[in-house]
């Protein structure tokens, strides 16, 4: 049972922007359940929040998040939540990013079909005032947006100018990685930008959100050194690129807990800040509630950074013996945990076994290496990630994987399989992932797949997709070295036709340049 927060009951008295007086506890509006991204409307009446695996949930118990609408009484009270409804919601993670300065636009953080079935296609959504509700909303479509997270996060500028998001993607610095997507004159989104290694970490960085002045980011992060699995940082943007920022300060206390604090959004106009905590909640989120009288429309909060104690002579902090390593594996698709046994291994002689069930796994590994994690489960592709140990700064760390159905159609992308630029040959780090899908092979005798290579765009267009037909060659060859029939591997090079970013940044068409395969028959 989760216990809810023992906040005070007082009513705040609000002066600034017309801000209702509320009870600050929202002891009616947190649940058993875990509470994800709440965002107040405009008018401070209404409170939208994201509640995962409520059997209420469209998608009952097995639906990772559906929105749920809470609103302000007259005796100053938030409103137990009610189910948003099926305009709002599907099957899928649903959620809030924001709204327009006014309040007639509401921006969500998935697509959605007009038959209420989960959308095939990714982006953002924007809904309008309609009756006592909210429109269907209309799709909007951003250049090679692709988000394999289970529960993306986001934030829209209150002027619709900027949209900031977390997302699992090509060429991502870890699990999940913050980026930016402008709108420009003409009303286009344009290609996400991601906002660089000062921001984004080895691990997972999560629920962004801006001041008014698009100047300020805050966020929360597992890759730094904080007081719980998840603390929230803040950021200043230095320039109009979106990639240059300051080193990510540690707002601290009270906010940051030994539990995990995440969807940190400031309403800078009415001094108080809304964030969601664990910390005392049997491990899911409660909404929280903090108050700064001295927050200006465009300033950063004034919460005290974490300060080093003063010491008289230097001192040599000792690496951690262990990382405590914890998480879940799910079903891509659907986000249903999945039973699986995770391997880490590392050089010269480390290998570490552990299984994941409904309640995910935890394990110790040694704080030094670099390691190799092969997770796999009956009726799943084998998946292989890369940690680095070294690069952890918590003794926690959560690490969350998600395998890819064994169906006909599923696609999954051989992220570690490389290629020197503009040849065939293998790089050495390719062969794990290749070995791998050797194994997936030889356990499911019956399956066949497409070999699919794809190219940037520079250079000639009949010369790109003949290089990627060799490249596809040189891994079906491998396979077939490896004791698969070649009659199971079909190949395909595709050139530059099927670009997943931009081809005008150096980092887009190292993303582009890669290999995938398809599952064509079982």
């Known amino acids: 049972m989760k216990i809810l927060g023992l906040l005070t009951t007082l009513f705040l008295t609000l002066s600034v922007g017309g801000q209702p007086n ?30 995962a695996n409520h059997p209420g949930n469209i998608g009952g118990k097995k639906d990772p998040g559906d929105i749920w609408v809470s609103t302000l009484g007259v005796d100053n009270q938030w409103s137990a939540p009610v189910h948003g409804g099926t305009a709002l919601n599907n099957g899928a993670y649903n959620a809030v990013a924001g709204f327009s300065a006014d309040g007639t636009n509401l921006f969500l953080m998935s697509h959605y079909d007009p038959s209420g079935n989960v959308a095939r296609t990714q982006g953002i959504s924007v809904s309008h005032p309609a009756g006592a509700g909210w429109s269907r909303p209309e799709n909007i479509n951003i250049p090679y947006y692709q988000n394999k997270s289970l529960t993306p996060s986001g934030f829209i500028l209150p002027d619709q100018s900027v949209f900031i998001f977390s997302a699992e993607t090509y060429g991502t610095h870890g699990v999940d990685d913050l980026y930016v997507t402008l709108k420009g004159a003409d009303q286009k989104w344009s290609a996400p930008i991601n906002l660089g290694a000062v921001i984004n970490t080895h691990f997972q960085e999560l629920s962004p959100s801006l001041s008014n002045d698009g100047k300020t980011l805050y ?154 994690v092969r997770i796999q489960a009956a009726g799943y592709v084998s998946a292989l990630q890369k940690l680095d140990a070294t690069a952890a700064s918590s003794n926690d760390l959560e690490l969350n994987f998600s395998l890819q159905p064994i169906e006909v159609g599923t696609s999954v992308d051989l992220s570690n ?98 290999v995938e395969f398809v599952i064509n028959e079982l």
């Open 22 to 51: 509320f009870d600050k506890s929202f002891a009616g509006v947190n649940t058993a359940y875990d509470e994800l991204s709440p965002v107040i409307s405009p008018d401070g009446r209404t409170l939208f929040v994201t509640i």
């Open 219 to 372: 966020f929360s992060s597992n890759g730094r050194k904080g007081k719980g699995s998840f603390d929230v940082y803040s950021a200043t943007r230095l320039d109009d690129s979106w990639t240059k920022w300051s080193e990510p300060v540690n707002v601290g206390s009270p906010v940051n807990s030994e539990g995990r604090d995440l969807y940190y959004r400031a309403y800078p106009g009415k001094k108080f800040s809304l964030y969601t905590s664990t910390i005392n909640s049997d491990g899911y989120g409660d909404i929280k509630f903090y108050q700064d009288d001295h927050i200006q429309p465009n300033d950063t909060p004034a919460i005290a950074p974490v300060e080093p104690p003063v010491i008289s002579s230097p001192v040599v902090e000792a690496k951690p013996s262990g990382v405590r390593v914890y998480g879940k594996v799910t079903n891509a698709k659907t986000g249903e945990v999945v039973t699986a046994t995770l391997q880490f291994t590392a050089a010269p002689a480390v290998s570490l076994n552990t299984a994941s069930s409904k309640d995910g796994y935890r394990l110790v590994v040694p704080a030094q290496g670099q390691y190799s």
């Open 417 to 514: 399989v490389l290629f020197e630029q503009s040849k065939t040959m293998l790089l050495p780090q390719s062969y794990d992932e290749l070995d791998m899908v050797a194994t997936f092979l030889k356990d499911n005798p019956k399956v066949k797949i497409e070999l699919r290579g794809h190219t940037d765009n520079r250079g000639i267009p009949a010369q790109n997709v003949k290089l990627s037909q060799a490249r596809v060659d040189k891994v079906k060859t491998y396979l077939v070295g490896k004791g698969i029939d070649r009659k199971r591997i079909k190949g395909k090079g595709y050139g530059g036709a099927s670009p997943v970013a931009s081809n005008e940044t150096v980092e887009g068409r190292q993303l582009n340049r890669r």
